[in-house]
């Protein structure tokens, strides 16, 4: 039986799907007691596409937190605007911006059943009860959890309790939905579980959404747009495989990837990356000799017998479909990764050579990228 023609679940006509948030230079500082300023968000401009699920991505402290209560209203900028569509809602109040709210910590009212708390939002503004059973009823259909209703919170498992919050979100059909580490509480398996879920329902309602994280691979997987976002200032926006592969700086390429890129210092020689150990590899930049940072993510090196990057290995895990080699670069004391076929059989102190199909090239002060 199809379930849609027996449940009345919300579509995307329910939501003001098509908003997009515009943030214009904003900025918001903290100021501590002693008188110390800290910038959480540090003159951010960026536009997050109507009707996508966008992921802002970035270290513990950098700002993402601040960003979010930013577009929700709960924090007023020191500088700066924010925009939904055309409208200016910098100095809208939270509750007439439109936006939902999910925290790390589902925040649900303990005492109340979970159609109390789904319909709570509704009390406030007055909607007639009948109507707010109905609204809340759909809402809990569209997150799977409508045979929940009566339960208290603590009858449910922690990835049950994301769901009855992101659908208390969403019961006043906001325009936006923000969502602050929404999965960090809960164990693997039901956040990877959580996850898709929160694509599926940002999907089927097409409601611009906002999902802070610190966690790279979460990000890029359920992300249409990522933003990197590190000590208060934007790095990077873009679909998560061009940030990846395309890194406008040191700070994203190290923090997009698992394992992670592999950062060896060398100098830029006419063009070529010459490593401190003598290797010289080709690397069509055209930027005068300097001291540099290469990086070569570990699935970009081929063990080859022509390769220039000669290494010992070090330790070898084999992680199923492929292997991961930890090698010591010759003469000198850098570690690097690489993934390989699984085929290749080596141990520990076996001598290899690597070629590196691609690699990115940092400026040593800045970390800023040569392309
Ligand atoms: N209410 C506050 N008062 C003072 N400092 C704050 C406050 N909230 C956040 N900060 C500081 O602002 C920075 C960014 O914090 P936050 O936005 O929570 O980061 P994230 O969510 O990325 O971990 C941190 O240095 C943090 O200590
Ligand atoms: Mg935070």
């Not at 492929?322 to 010591?328: A, N, Y």
Request: net charge neutral; with cysteine; glycine share 8%.
């Amino acid at each position: 039986m199809n379930k849609e023609t027996t449940k009345d679940v919300p579509d995307r006509n329910d939501f003001h799907s098509g908003v997009a948030v515009k943030l214009q230079n904003l900025t918001k500082e903290f100021v501590d007691k002693k008188g110390k300023v800290t910038v959480a968000v540090n003159n951010f401009n960026v536009t997050i596409p109507a009707g996508k699920l966008v992921g802002l991505l970035g270290p513990s402290g950098c700002g993402k937190s601040t960003t979010l209560y930013l577009i929700s209203g709960l924090y007023k900028p020191n500088a700066g605007a924010i925009f939904f569509g055309d409208e200016d809602v910098t100095n809208t109040p939270p509750e007439k911006r439109g936006i939902g709210l999910v925290f790390q910590n589902y925040a649900l009212y303990p005492h109340m059943t979970v159609r109390q708390n789904i319909m709570f939002p509704l009390e406030n503004v007055r909607v007639p009860k009948k109507e707010a059973m109905v609204r809340a009823q759909k809402m809990a259909e569209l997150v799977h959890i409508g045979d929940l209703m009566d339960r208290k919170p603590n009858q449910l498992s922690g990835g049950q309790q994301q769901r009855v919050a992101i659908a208390r979100a969403l019961v006043k059909e906001p325009r936006v939905l923000l969502l602050d580490e929404p999965l960090s509480n809960l164990d693997a398996r039901l956040r990877l579980q959580t996850r898709e879920e929160i694509r599926r329902i940002q999907k089927e309602t097409g409601i611009t959404t906002i999902f802070v994280t610190h966690d790279q691979e979460e990000a890029m997987s359920i992300s249409d747009e990522i933003i990197v976002m590190n000590e208060g200032l934007k790095q990077q926006i873009g679909h998560p495989q061009d940030v990846y592969e395309d890194p406008v700086n040191m700070f994203v390429a190290k923090f997009l990837g698992n394992p992670p890129i592999n950062i060896v210092p060398g100098k830029l020689k006419a063009g070529k990356c010459l490593l401190d150990n003598g290797a010289l590899i080709d690397s069509g930049i055209n930027q005068p000799d300097q001291d540099v940072f290469i990086g070569l993510r570990p699935e970009y090196l081929k063990l080859s017998d022509n390769g220039k990057i000669e290494a010992t290995v070090d330790m070898v895990e084999h992680i199923g479909r492929d292997t991961m080699l930890i090698c010591f670069l010759n003469g000198m004391d850098v570690k690097i990764r690489a993934i390989i076929p699984s085929e290749y059989r080596l141990v520990p102190g076996e001598q290899v050579k690597f070629e590196c199909a691609k690699l990115f090239v940092f400026n040593k002060s800045t970390g800023e990228r040569y392309k």
